[in-house]
């Protein structure tokens, strides 16, 4: 929430090649201006999420998923 008290939803557009879950070096503007906005609100709750394609077996999409939010998430905080 802002300082206002209204919810704010920011969309991270981060691309993985297929089958993988590394961040690429030309995402890491999006995830540094990602960055400014946490650093301008200390105290937000954030939700990472990571998705793939629907080919290949759920279970397998299920765990790129979460690699690809973990991901992220490393980005975010290494940042």
């Known amino acids: 929430m802002d300082t206002a008290g209204c919810v704010v939803s920011i969309t991270l557009k981060v691309n993985f090649d297929g089958g993988k879950a590394v961040v690429k070096q030309q995402d890491m ?32 999409n299920q765990s790129l998923s979460e690699a690809r939010a973990k991901a992220v998430k490393d980005a975010v905080i290494k940042y």
């Open 29 to 60: 503007p999006e995830i540094e201006n990602f960055v400014q906005i946490l650093k301008q609100y200390p105290d937000v709750k954030v939700e990472i999420q990571g998705h793939t394609d629907n080919k290949g077996n759920a279970k397998q």
